[in-house]
């Protein structure tokens, strides 16, 4: 599809509560969500844990470092392996194995025997799972709803993905308080099992390429010359890149400001982290009602710009109910961003080239591990404020840079 051809369902609108009607779709998505709410829940309390045991921001941006660092490495070889395997099986298989690794985990917390050495090999398995499940299951749902659908059904995962951004915090700040690190890797094991068994049922008409399926390094090198003929999937990429370098690297600095900056406890802690995530629900699901595919480009483009400006300031803020303000507006942007990241993508390649697009997104999003390093040894050596307001700047730059290479993707996409 060119640059200048309109959007998959430019003319068609579809409710997300309709889509949730068809069982295969709302099963993918359950399991998506808890995925998601474990995701997210994990990360709130292994940084309290590790900042408890080391008291070093540098080893809190290390385990997000370790977590996301996967993306990087196997992003692109997960959307070529998508093309050559069965999907669904790959997933379940995937969260079964997620399942006893977190299984064992809490064990091994629960008798004190657990290492962070052992807690670094967790959190790259969690990271190499949200590697594979990022291309293949947004692709999965998107082909069960029908591309016309595009719009509604990434608003709803979005929301989704940020309701589980909003909740997870919560409840792994309120569990750790409980239960300590044990109590929430066995919620682990609990939440991806049913996610695994809630895939079983699918069925899953997969979209192949014509023709005879190229090998796996073929799969690669054709999605990167498909990529490189397409304004909008590499404008989409770079800006993806941008946010993923400087401006999601500041979450793993939020239990640091939390405690040395608001004097906050790990619950209150989960609350702010949350906070984000819940404007980030509501601005998705107004996309998700109501956005117009001819708007998808405005939309990724000024989301961007709003997160960016909201970390910045967040920087600023000596005040609990101040910063709490602005992670929820920079979730509104968080939202624009999300949303229509994977609906741009998938519009602008054919069906055969869809998981190898979508896993060189995946690989695009796996440069936040360096953001990671930058933003936690800025702040060791400078604090954390000054350590976001160094990247979340360079951020901004960015966005100027990508205004004058692609001006089209603030301007309105015709019908």
């Not at 590790?50 to 993306?71: D, E, K, W």
């Not at 003929?229 to 401006?247: D, P, Q």
């Not at 793993?252 to 989960?270: D, E, H, Q, R, Y």
Request: overall charge positive; charged content about 10%; proline content about 5%.
């Amino acid at each position: 599809m060119s640059d200048t051809q309109p959007l998959p369902g430019a003319k068609t609108r579809a409710a997300p509560l309709m889509l949730l009607a068809q069982r295969d779709f709302r099963l993918v998505w359950l399991a998506g969500a808890l995925g998601g709410f474990m995701r997210w829940m994990d990360v709130l309390a292994v940084s309290v844990y590790v900042l408890q045991i080391t008291g070093s921001a540098f080893f809190v941006g290390l385990t997000l470092f370790v977590r996301i660092i996967p993306m990087f490495l196997f992003g692109a070889a997960a959307g070529a392996l998508a093309e050559m395997v069965d999907r669904k099986k790959l997933l379940v298989f995937s969260m079964f194995f997620l399942a006893g690794v977190y299984g064992s985990l809490a064990w091994l917390a629960w008798t004190g025997e657990l290492q962070v050495w052992q807690l670094g090999i967790v959190v790259f398995f969690s990271g190499t799972f949200w590697t594979l499940e990022l291309p293949i299951r947004r692709t999965m749902i998107a082909e069960i709803a029908g591309i016309e659908n595009l719009g509604a059904t990434m608003g709803l995962e979005s929301s989704t993905t940020n309701l589980t951004r909003m909740l997870g915090p919560f409840a792994g700040g309120f569990l750790f308080e409980l239960a300590g690190l044990p109590g929430t890797l066995f919620v682990g094991l609990v939440l991806y099992l049913i996610a695994a068994f809630a895939m079983m049922p699918v069925v899953y008409a997969r979209a192949r390429p014509k023709g005879e399926r190229p090998a796996f390094f073929a799969n690669i090198l054709e999605g990167l010359e498909y990529a490189r003929t397409s304004r909008s999937i590499k404008a989409t990429l770079a800006i993806t890149i941008v946010l993923n370098l400087f401006g999601f690297s500041f979450v793993s600095m939020v239990p640091v400001i939390a405690k040395n900056v608001l004097g906050l406890s790990p619950f209150p802690t989960g609350i702010l982290m949350a906070a984000e995530g819940f404007g980030a629900f509501i601005g998705a699901l107004l996309i998700a009602f109501y956005a117009k595919p001819s708007r998808f480009r405005q939309i990724y483009f000024s989301g961007t710009c709003i997160y960016l400006g909201c970390i910045f300031l967040f920087a600023l803020s000596p005040v609990f109910g101040f910063s709490i303000t602005l992670l929820w507006i920079g979730g509104f942007g968080v939202a624009g961003f999300a949303s229509m990241q994977s609906a741009l993508m998938i519009a602008s390649a054919p069906p055969e080239m869809r998981n190898r697009i979508m896993g060189l997104l995946t690989m695009c999003i796996g440069v936040g591990p360096l953001g990671i390093l930058i933003v936690g040894t800025l702040s060791e050596i400078l604090g954390a404020p000054t350590g976001i307001l160094i990247t979340s700047s360079t951020g901004i730059v960015g966005m100027i840079c990508a205004t004058i290479l692609w001006p089209e993707m603030r301007k309105r996409h015709n019908d």
